[in-house]
């Protein structure tokens, strides 16, 4: 998290300044060993934490230099409280000049791909410290901080779910990676459900479904990434449900995600969207605008890159979509920039992200159709007919409703459009669904999925 | 400060602990040993910052005290007095004088309030070990480490547990060796990472133990302790990458050797290899045959046939021999297996009927 509150200062302003105010009152030698390598992991309510790159140092550092050390700080920013140390790891050295024969000629082991455990499928990067909390996350965040803290006992199952790239393997996968550290023996396993029906098939295949039970069934917290892709695999949602029961009965922490509520997931078996209602859901909503420039500081201060406030102001209301997206521009000016050697202006901000900046998109009322249709699950030509069956009635309303609010499309053309119906219809409908909206909340819900999928 | 003490006993230990002082230039105090002299023990201290060092001997304390002297200069005077008897120390006005028999050197002292204390690992486990497992496993693997800092996880040797062995495992990205130690006392290991700059020293240390040692560790700190000797070293805060996925399962050609023909082969190819260090093996079953060939546009050329028992296919292959004959110093086999997973893959090497140890050796592209 940043920290505007106590200084315009940024952490590595600060901790330059302090050095050089350190480096007059102590020898060369202490200083370069000392000091040398230390900078500020983070600034929080008064407190100042101070990264150093091992016990010794801590140790040595807290003795004999702490009171130089704040007396040094608090000359920049006077309501800095307290030092403290703590161990980081060790920052990224500068490139040295490495044997350049053995990288062009030989091929390296492909150890890159490795770095995430295969025994629970975590990668390490995703963690707490590096999830950025804003408005849009922060009941999803609480709930992963509350099953952190009394695994398997509150809110299990635990089932996020939000659109791509809102942040919910990184949030999910962060319970997992704590509880790792917080418990070494508990058992963590993270899973996508893709990866779930494989290995089920797989087992079904080699006689074995008896060593898959008993696998997924060891698991203090199981973790299952995008479960809507259990849509329609039957058998592989048995299994889920057996396997959901017996966690569930011995008190272990089941978390799930989705792009989708479980009641809107299509082909999704009743027994399980209730199991998955029985414990807590939350959405993760799109960033608002203040959570975007948190999340644009945040990421440029993990990768050391300055980026002025204007910059950023003016990226987080430019480029439109998820996280991912925003993670993607702030990559392109950061690469950009190290070519280049200078900050970036405004100007040359505008030329490098215009492809990111998504046009308008132009939808057909043909794809509205197709769309709803697929959505309730009837046959596409039955909107069009003249037909009053009510499984038709109702999303043919929806969908005259979506053309006029979301497209502004006049009356008499959305009746034309639809089978050639009277314009008074049409205003007929979207007056009903309006004020059906106010009530029911299953419509709401609806029409925000298939907002969703026009998008 | 001021004691009498045996000279060998006390020369023993500066050996001991002085291997670490001195490597570090920017804090002049860092080149000395830390003596002090309290209930009846001298005790001495040493650290580079990385790994420090605490020994201590039996004295006859008459004024108890510290001083830093360096650690060179005392070892070097020690190592030249006469062998046996008691010598003195005593500290007086900046310098510290070793008395012993047929006279006195006066040795300057460095100021002993800069010199560090060796930190304790906080809140972190203790499990006991055989100090011969430990040095066993590192011995055989440590050398494989990246020696670059651009990756500290793998400028380091990773160490775990797995169903009672201690596995050790270094790599530089190039080539990988790993040594299971089947330990005599098995213990949980959680998985550590100790930085290539400490692990020879806090091997070497460990060679004078023979018996059990204290091993505590938490995510950055390592110490062990035995007898009077307490070693402590800085671990690296990372993660390993999973090597074992990139260990090939099918064998497309398998050759074993004599180690002594290989090794003497490789040899020879050493002298004629280019700056690449590339050696060759041409592997013809239907021949019979195993040819090894260097090249180099200054020196000449050489091919050696090398005979050995080959299973598989045919393979024309190119490594580095440097890292080829590495693998050796951990192979106690007489025979050693070649497994070839095929071109631009690497290859296993392995003693024939022992496999604790492996060593996988990625081919160059030329």
């Known amino acids: 998290m940043y920290n505007t509150a106590s200084a315009s200062l940024s952490n590595r302003e600060l901790w330059q300044n302090t050095l050089t105010d350190i480096e007059l009152n102590v020898s060369k030698a202490v200083f370069n060993t000392w000091f040398k390598g230390t900078h500020i992991v983070k600034r929080e309510s008064g407190i100042v934490y101070v990264g150093v790159p091992s016990q010794i140092c801590k140790d040595w550092l807290s003795d004999k230099h702490h009171k130089t050390i704040l007396e040094a700080i608090r000359g920049f920013v006077p309501d800095i409280r307290g030092v403290e140390y703590v161990i980081a790891k060790e920052s990224r050295q500068p490139e040295e000049h490495q044997s350049q024969k053995n990288e062009r000629l030989h091929s390296q082991l492909p150890l890159h791909e490795h770095y995430i455990d295969r025994s629970d499928n975590l990668n390490p990067r995703y963690t707490f410290d590096s999830f950025v909390v804003g408005s849009f996350n922060e009941l999803a965040y609480a709930a992963s901080q509350a099953v952190v803290n009394n695994l398997g006992i509150i809110y299990n199952p635990l089932f996020i779910y939000g659109a791509t790239g809102h942040g919910k393997t990184h949030l999910i996968q962060a319970i997992g990676n704590h509880i790792k550290k917080l418990y070494p023996n508990k058992k963590v396993f993270y899973v996508t459900s893709e990866k779930f029906g494989t290995d089920y098939v797989t087992a079904l295949q080699n006689n074995s479904v008896e060593q898959f039970k008993a696998k997924y069934r060891q698991h203090d917290l199981l973790i299952m990434d995008d479960i809507q892709f259990m849509s329609g695999r039957e058998k592989t949602q048995e299994e889920l449900f057996h396997l959901f029961n017996s966690l569930y009965e011995n008190n272990k922490q089941i978390v799930f995600s989705s792009d989708q509520h479980p009641n809107y997931i299509q082909k999704l078996e009743d027994r399980l969207k209730s199991r998955f209602g029985q414990g807590m859901i939350i959405d993760i909503s799109p960033p608002d605008h203040e959570s975007r420039v948190a999340i644009l500081r945040t990421k440029a201060a993990q990768n050391d890159f300055f980026l002025s406030d204007e910059a950023i102001e003016f990226i987080a209301t430019t480029v439109e979509g998820n996280i991912r997206d925003l993670e993607g521009v702030l990559n392109r000016i950061m690469c950009h920039a190290q070519l280049k050697n200078t900050t970036l202006t405004l100007d040359e901000l505008r030329a490098l992200i215009k492809d990111s900046v998504k046009p308008q998109k132009n939808i057909s009322h043909k794809e509205i159709v197709q769309c709803v249709a697929s959505f309730y699950d009837i046959d596409e030509a039955s909107i069009y007919e003249k037909t009053r069956k009510k499984e038709v009635v109702k999303p043919r309303q929806l969908i005259m409703y979506l053309m006029r609010n979301d497209f502004s499309i006049s009356y008499p053309a959305i009746g034309q459009k639809l089978g050639g119906r009277d314009h008074t219809t049409v205003i007929h409908s979207c007056e009903k669904i309006k004020h059906d909206l106010l009530e029911d909340t299953a419509l709401q819900q609806e029409l925000y999925q298939i907002r969703a999928m026009l998008k | ?366």
């Open chain 2, 1 to 366: 400060m001021k004691l009498e003490v045996s000279k060998e006993a006390l020369f023993a230990k500066v050996q001991l602990v002085g291997r670490v002082s001195g490597k570090q230039v920017t804090l002049p105090v860092l080149q000395g040993i830390f003596l002090e002299a309290r209930e009846g023990r001298v005790f001495l201290r040493a650290t580079n910052l990385d790994i420090g060092l605490e020994g201590s001997v039996a004295a006859k304390i008459e004024r108890e005290g510290v001083c830093v002297v360096s650690a060179s200069v005392l070892s070097q005077v020690l190592g030249s007095m006469t062998k046996g008897g008691m010598i003195s120390l005593e500290s007086v006005e900046g310098s510290l004088a070793v008395g012993g028999v047929h006279g006195v050197s006066r040795l300057a002292t460095l100021d002993h309030t800069e010199f560090p204390s060796l930190p304790q690992v906080e809140g972190g486990e203790t499990v006991v070990l055989q100090a011969s497992d430990l040095i066993a496993g590192i011995r055989s693997v440590w050398f494989a480490a990246s020696q670059s800092s651009i990756k500290p996880e793998l400028a380091s040797v990773y160490l775990y547990e797995e169903n009672g062995s201690m596995v050790c495992v270094a790599t530089d990205s190039f080539r990988l060796a790993e040594k299971k130690v089947r330990m005599k006392k098995p213990a949980q290991l959680l998985p550590l990472l100790v930085p290539n700059r400490t692990v020879v020293d806090l091997m070497r240390t460990l060679e004078v133990c023979e018996g059990d040692v204290t091993v505590t560790f938490s995510s950055n700190q390592l110490s062990c302790s035995f007898e009077d000797v307490y070693v402590t070293t800085r671990l690296v805060d990372g993660t390993f990458p999973d090597y074992r996925q990139i260990i090939p399962a099918d064998r497309v050609t398998t050759v074993v050797f004599l180690k002594q023909d290989i090794l003497q082969a490789l040899k020879k190819a050493t002298i004629f290899s280019d700056r690449f260090n590339q050696v060759t093996f041409v592997v013809e079953p239907n021949k019979k045959k195993i040819t090894l060939e260097a090249r180099s546009a200054d020196i000449g050329e050489m091919k050696e046939v090398v005979e050995g028992a080959i299973e598989g296919d045919d393979l024309t292959i190119s490594f580095n021999q440097k890292y080829v004959i590495d693998a050796f110093q951990s192979i106690e086999a007489d025979s050693v297996s070649f497994q070839f997973s095929g071109p631009g893959r690497p290859v296993i090497i392995q003693g024939v009927g022992d496999d604790s140890f492996l060593y996988l050796v990625m081919p160059m592209n030329k």
